[in-house]
């Protein structure tokens, strides 16, 4: 994380709480029980005050922000106050958003440009409790997404790809276009080997050889239904070429680094780059030469 809000930067980041109602399988920064919120608060503060008045984006995120009561309402205000330009990315696992209450609350208290960001892990609800490690998940994320959608807020919804869900990509894009039309975004993203992920890493680690025909299908789906859909975190070296207009430089400057290998490549200034802080990489990068 930054010491300081940048103008025109994607790494400007409130980090709200540890605590979370899920137990992601991959977590990358794996929860805590101890609620950590008023630890946060100075830091972030002090980040908002100092920030460039211009500043045009700043991602809210844990943990579970809304877990932090009304610590998040007072972020966005003072956010949006500071920088009345500013667009918030809040990234949530939706769940809270089921609660008719807090619907209502958090409705009243967003009132600025927003984004919000809810990771839907699967189309059916044993797969994605399993991989949220939490009982229930689906049904509420789901509740949450439509409570959110018939608000009309603007929605991304993030699918993680991982060995227990690459088989069903197309399954999960049908899914979005059937039940979850009104999303802004669909975006499927690349793993952060670290936390729970690295952990893990046996039972949650699929190499993109064995998942982009079932990507593309996917990304064809949801192109053909007109919801924007983006590839986050994979590099355009383990992508068909196909796949490339899809793909964004998505990882933050501050845990982005490439590898010797990628000095010769002829993509590194259009490609993602590689999160610093994985602990393993795909064994199939390989420079591209045009
Ligand atoms: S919802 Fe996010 S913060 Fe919570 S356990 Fe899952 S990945 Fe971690
Ligand atoms: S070789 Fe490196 S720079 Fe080139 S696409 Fe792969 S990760 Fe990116």
Redesign the pocket.
Same mark, same amino acid.
């Given at each position: 994380m930054t010491d300081k809000f940048i103008k025109g930067s994607n790494n400007n980041i409130i980090y709200v709480t540890s605590c =979370?109602t899920?137990? =992601?399988i991959m =977590?990358c920064?794996p %929860?805590l029980d101890e609620d950590d919120s008023t630890y946060h608060y100075k830091r972030n503060i002090n980040l908002i005050d100092t920030a460039d008045p211009e500043t045009d984006y700043v991602c809210i995120t844990? #943990?579970?922000p809304t877990l932090s009561g009304d610590l998040l309402f007072d972020y966005m205000h003072r956010i949006w106050d500071k920088m009345p330009n500013s667009s918030i990315h809040l990234l949530t696992?939706g769940r809270s958003f089921a609660n008719a209450n807090y619907v209502e609350k958090f409705t009243k208290e967003a009132n600025g440009k927003l984004f919000v960001g809810i %990771?839907l892990h699967s189309d059916n609800y044993a797969d994605h409790d399993v991989i949220? #490690?939490a009982k229930g998940s689906f049904y509420a994320t789901l509740k949450g997404l439509h409570n959110l959608g018939i608000l009309g807020f603007e929605i991304e919804l993030r699918v993680i790809i991982l060995k227990q869900n690459y088989k069903r990509l197309d399954k999960i894009a049908e899914f979005i276009t059937r039940n979850l039309p009104f999303v802004a975004q669909v975006s499927f993203m690349g793993l952060e080997v670290i936390g729970y992920a690295e952990k893990n890493y046996s039972k949650v680690w699929m190499d993109s050889e064995c998942f982009t025909i079932n990507l593309a299908r996917a990304i064809d789906i949801l192109d053909n239904s007109h919801i924007q859909t983006r590839i986050f975190n994979i590099p355009h070296c383990l992508l068909p070429t196909a796949l490339w207009p899809f793909a964004c430089k998505s990882i933050s400057e501050w845990k982005k680094t490439n590898l010797g290998i990628c000095s010769n490549c002829s993509m590194i200034d259009e490609c993602c780059g590689l999160f610093s802080t994985s602990k393993r990489y795909s064994a199939n990068l390989k420079p591209i030469i045009r």
């Open positions: =979370c899920n137990r =992601c =977590c920064q %929860p844990g #943990g579970e696992n %990771p949220a #490690g």
